[in-house]
Structure formats: C-alpha cells, structure tokens
Nanobody, 128 residues
C-alpha cells in the first residue's frame, strides 16, 4: 500500500501562485510514477500533470501547459505541483496519485484508470 497526503492548497487571487506537495509513504517512492488530477464541482476528475518514476519524463494537460510544473524529490518521498498564473477555472480539489512504474521505461500515465493509489485531495480556490 502507498499512502499519499496532499498539502499546499488554499485561496489565491487570479494571477497568483501556489505549490502543492504530496508526501508518500508505505513503499519505495522512487518505484512509482506519479500524477496530479483535479475535480471541479459537477465535473469529472481530470488529468493535470504526470511524472515518471525517475523524473526524466513529464506530461501536462493542455490547459495548464506553460503555467504548471510537476517535479519530484525521491529523497523526500514527495511530488510537487508548482502552479503559476492561476485562473479561476483552476479552482478544484487537487489529488495526487501513484502507480508502480519502475520498469515502464519512463512512461507517464494520464488516465485515472492507470493509477492505483490516491490521496484525499486539497482544495485550490482562485478568485477573480
């Protein structure tokens, strides 16, 4: 089992920045590919960004490309999502997710169904 705990959410004005963190425990963090998803009220959970187990490959949703950056620190068992130039439409609950990916040659996963473990989520609200 992998336990994931997100933090760093909050209320920010449009144009501002936030950095989300997701701390992992329970298994060898560096064996897992990680992803960030978000879910706004009344909408389906959607992919935001993903990173392979080593950190060498990343992938972003078109809606956040150029504004958000995913990174990981395997020594700290933590994955981050740096969010800049935030917009009201970024308002959502943000979730981190993990799946075993050590032997997947740097694959980044973007489907909810590819991930096995999920955190509880952290609320991000962007005011206009």
């Amino acid at each position: 089992q992998v336990q994931l705990v997100e933090s760093g959410g909050g209320l920010v004005q449009a144009g501002g920045s936030l950095r989300l963190s997701c701390a992992a425990s329970g298994r060898t963090f560096s064996n897992y590919a990680m992803g960030w998803f978000r879910q706004a009220p009344g909408k389906e959970r959607e992919f935001v960004a993903g990173i392979c187990w080593s950190g060498s490959s990343t992938l972003y949703a078109d809606s956040v490309k150029g504004r958000f950056t995913i990174s990981r620190d395997n020594a700290k068992n933590t994955v981050y999502l740096q969010m800049n130039s935030l917009k009201p439409e970024d308002t959502a609950v943000y979730y981190c997710a993990a799946r075993f990916g050590k032997y997947d040659s740097g694959t980044v996963y973007y489907s909810r169904n590819d991930y096995d473990y999920w955190g509880q989520g952290t609320q991000v609200t962007v005011s206009s």
